[in-house]
């Protein structure tokens, strides 16, 4: 079987106009995680799946992600992905919106190269779907929560639920659908998915506050620059005193003129009520919920060991 960069290479030989495509190869090349691809597999082979076919999933799943980082960054406004220049800041936001545009169109033809029963194919599609909707609701939630004044811990968990961890959630429910798994295995992968990915954000969170910028591979700092109402902020609401509680709060609703001495003062506040393992007190919470969850899927055990080793990476998270 060909890797996905072969893959994606063979898709985009030769397409025109080059400022429509050339940006969705610069992204799709790049060297991501690939861990939406990965679920996508790891799911089908539980069941013993044809990776051929899993194949087209788990591309249509990620470049569906990539179409969400190219539109992500102009909104966030982000210079920096995966150690290179976003897409927007490399051509401009024009055309990164139209790439971006295409590309989420490109992701659901690869749907359409399944070679399997066609109610399997319209049963991916749906999940595919669905999550493509959601992913943009929590997009929406996330800007939102941005001029927002109060915003609770659990409003945020939803905002990230819907925006990163449905299509982890996707990734692993299509994989099994693909191979026909029970509806019981279905559903505990979905719900894995959903752990996974919150845990997965956490950890992101945690990153852009203390993780390094060459190794994470994009700014740090970004969330407390942007006034992204983060578990860490919101959690360091509740357990600030009264005057940090304010500046915090005030730091947080005006626009950022100073940002490394706004990023200093946020960070040092977070490190004085502990913010930081509160929060990953609670990403081992997802992590245990994650592995519960695949112990109700109906597959071999040992067939479960390298999803197992991707969820417990979550706790040595570093980018």
């Known amino acids: 079987m060909n890797t996905l960069e072969q893959e994606f290479q063979a898709v985009m030989a030769g397409k025109q106009p080059a400022n429509l495509y050339d940006p969705i190869s610069y992204i799709l090349l790049q060297s991501g995680k690939r861990l939406r691809p990965q679920l996508v597999h790891m799911a089908a082979a539980l069941f013993d799946g044809d990776p051929e076919q899993a194949q087209y999933v788990a591309m249509a ?4 992600h990539n179409f969400t980082l190219i539109h992500d960054d102009i909104m966030d406004e982000a ?20 790439s971006g545009d295409a590309l989420a169109i490109m992701a659901f033809q690869q749907l359409l190269k399944l070679n399997c029963d066609n109610q399997i194919i319209i049963n991916i599609a749906k999940v595919f779907s669905d999550t493509s909707l959601e992913i943009c609701e929590g997009q929406q939630f996330d800007l939102d929560f941005e001029t927002q004044e109060h915003v609770t811990i659990d409003e945020y968990v939803n905002m990230i639920r819907l925006k990163t961890a449905v299509m982890f959630a996707g990734c692993l429910k299509s994989g099994a659908i693909l191979v026909g798994a029970d509806a019981q295995s279905c559903q505990a992968l979905y719900d894995l998915g959903i752990h996974l990915g919150l845990g997965f954000q956490l950890a992101d969170d945690v990153l852009d506050v203390y993780g390094d910028e060459a190794t994470f591979g994009k700014s740090i700092g970004g969330d407390i620059r942007d006034n992204k109402k983060t578990y860490l902020y919101l959690k360091a609401l509740e357990m600030a005193s009264p005057t940090q509680k304010q500046q915090l709060q005030q730091l947080f609703s005006t626009p950022t003129t100073n940002f490394e001495e706004k990023y ?19 990403i081992l ?13 109906n597959a071999p055990e040992e067939k479960k060991d390298a999803l197992k080793s991707l969820i417990m990476k979550l706790v040595n998270r570093q980018k």
């Open 264 to 282: 200093k003062t946020v960070r040092a506040i977070f490190d004085d009520v502990k913010v930081k393992d509160n929060t990953e007190a609670l």
């Open 61 to 64: 799943f990620e470049m569906l």
């Open 79 to 98: 210079p920096i992905r995966r150690g290179k220049e976003t897409v927007y800041k490399k051509w401009n936001s024009n055309i990164a919106i139209l």
């Open 285 to 297: 919470e997802y992590v245990d919920k994650s592995l519960e969850d695949l112990s109700k899927v």
